[in-house]
């Protein structure tokens, strides 16, 4: 093969990871190649891939190894002039900018990095303030973590499964049993509730605005597999039966009778309620009292993406029914249709955004967010913890990464990086949804005005610090981690790395 050939084959591989962002790799690329084969051309491409990866020093280095070559190239001018700004060298600055604008004025890229060093020392500053929330990884990490406590429970299911089936052969459900339940559970937290029925089927009931919705199928898919072969193991709503002592402002649930009308271009539900209690005041008012019924009963996202309005009406109609069995009707609707209902919480995506875009509270930047916990997001905002708290009391981490994207990447490959970021981050790092093997889910990701932000539910927060590494090796950012609570504590994840 021709030397020519060879050296257009290298250029067009170097453009091709200049443009995934993978820098690494061109140094690895071009330090391999003896110095004496070195050109302009492959020095220049080694500095700017050394600036992108946080080693200043090493790129100004090798732009002066070639200053006799540089001088009348504005590019060179302007890539040490970045690399001076790095390395807080302001009057090599203004001259390497400067020159860079002389040499070209017409172009955009002096003025392109003003605002770029002013948004960098934006940034800069404002990590700074928060560094009296950094704490080491160890911090964040749960005396008891909920991948521990699903392994002790279903070590007490197996050590008492001989008496669980007996339960379950003769039906019975009474104060002994209920405390006996509570043994296992417990191990895991006080707020389960759960029975057993005919035919081996153990079931954990919650209501619908329960955080639990989004760890117990992880608990589910984590049961030994002589477990699954033999027991029915779900999650049930609260059944009629079990409704009987739920109640908002005094009204009980099995009072409010409901019906619905479907759309099928928006997928989206009409709600119609009525209740005798509700005839005394204003449609208002009883209408937030239902959504609070509701709430009881379902997750608040899965409203979000299936009811559209609601109305009160003065008198009941025939096909009205109670309020708990609206989930399994519009299931039975959707199927009609040839759609499947989303009832995993976690599965649903919903909108939200801010547009907050000069503050110095993280998130609060947010221009545009998805979420399947809408609401963290909400009690984050209202400087609530709530939800965290229920999170962390069974030893599962509500947790965000934040950091910000290269500043001079234009937005098709910020895009394309993303995306290949979230996989990542996915696939390798939590593992698969639902496998029981994973160490989290993804809850959803935001875009703010100065950060990224990718939000995670963990089990294990010992194995996610031991696989985060291999991340922070692949994308060279800065990234951080903090809990999902106003000023919750901050761990810096490339300080800590470990290789």
């Known amino acids: 093969m021709k030397l020519i050939q060879v050296e257009q084959e290298l250029c067009q591989r170097l453009d091709e990871l200049r443009n995934s962002g993978d820098y690494c790799s061109i140094i690895g690329a071009i330090t391999s190649i003896s110095d004496y084969k070195l050109d302009y051309d492959l020095v220049t491409r080694l500095a700017e891939a050394y600036l992108r990866t946080y080693k200043y020093r090493e790129a100004i280095d090798c732009l002066l190894s070639v200053s006799d070559k540089g001088a009348e190239d504005y590019m060179w001018h302007f890539i040490l002039g970045q690399a001076y700004y ?32 002013h948004i960098y020392h934006y940034v800069k500053l404002h990590l700074e303030s928060l560094s009296e929330r950094l704490v080491p990884r160890n911090k964040l990490i749960p005396e008891h973590q909920f991948s521990d406590r699903v392994s002790s429970f279903w070590k007490w299911f197996c050590d008492n499964e001989a008496k669980l089936s007996e339960f379950s052969e003769n039906n019975v459900c009474d104060s002994e049993v209920t405390a006996f339940f509570s043994e296992g559970t417990n191990l895991i937290t006080k707020d389960i509730k759960c029975f057993v029925e005919k035919g081996f ?26 477990i ?32 619905f009308n479907y759309e099928s271009e ?17 449609e208002s008012e009883a209408s937030i009292i239902v959504v609070d019924m509701l709430k009881l009963l379902f997750s608040e996202n899965l409203l979000r993406l299936y009811i ?68 963290s997001v909400a009690e984050y905002i209202s400087d609530v913890n709530n939800t965290y708290m229920d999170m962390e009391n069974c030893g599962a981490k509500l947790v965000y990464l934040f950091y910000t994207w290269p500043m001079e990447m234009d937005e098709d490959k910020i895009f394309n ?45 010992s194995e996610f610090f031991k696989r985060i590494d291999r991340m922070l090796k692949d994308y060279q950012f800065e990234f951080h981690l903090a809990e999902f609570c106003p000023d919750g504590n901050i761990v810096n994840l490339r300080s800590e790395m470990r290789l």
């Not at 203004?94 to 990095?113: Q, T, V």
């Not at 009204?251 to 409901?258: A, E, T």
């Not at 029981?436 to 089990?459: K, N, Q, T, V």
């Open 417 to 461: 990086l993303r995306y290949n970021f979230e996989y990542y981050l996915i696939d390798e790092i939590l593992g698969e949804k639902g496998s029981g093997r994973e160490i989290g889910i993804a809850l959803g990701s935001a875009s703010g005005s100065m950060y990224e932000y990718e939000d995670l539910l963990i089990y294990d927060m």
């Open 308 to 375: 559209d309005t609601l109305s009160l009406l003065r008198s009941p109609t025939d096909e009205m029914f109670p309020m708990e069995q609206m989930c399994e009707k519009m299931s039975n609707v959707l199927k009609l249709s040839g759609k499947e209902m989303i009832e995993n919480p976690s599965d649903i995506r919903v909108a939200y955004a801010f547009g907050n875009e000069y503050t110095d509270k993280l998130r609060h930047d947010t221009l545009s967010g998805l979420t399947s916990l809408l609401n």
């Open 86 to 117: 790095f390395t807080n060298d302001m009057t090599k600055v203004n001259e390497e900018i400067g020159k860079a604008f002389e040499l070209n004025p017409e172009g955009d890229y002096a003025s392109d990095f003003v605002e770029f060093c």
């Open 228 to 259: 699954q072969n033999k027991w029915d193991i779900g999650i049930s709503i609260p059944k009629l039966n079990r409704c009987n002592d739920l109640s908002v402002n005094g009204i009980p649930i099995k009072n409010v009778k409901i019906s």
């Open 266 to 282: 928006s997928d989206k539900f009409n709600l119609y309620f009525y209740s005798e209690e509700f005839q005394s005041i204003e």
């Open 201 to 226: 089927k153990f079931t954990f009931v919650l209501n619908g605005s329960s955080p639990l919705y989004y760890l117990l199928p992880y608990l589910i898919s984590r049961a030994p597999k002589n």
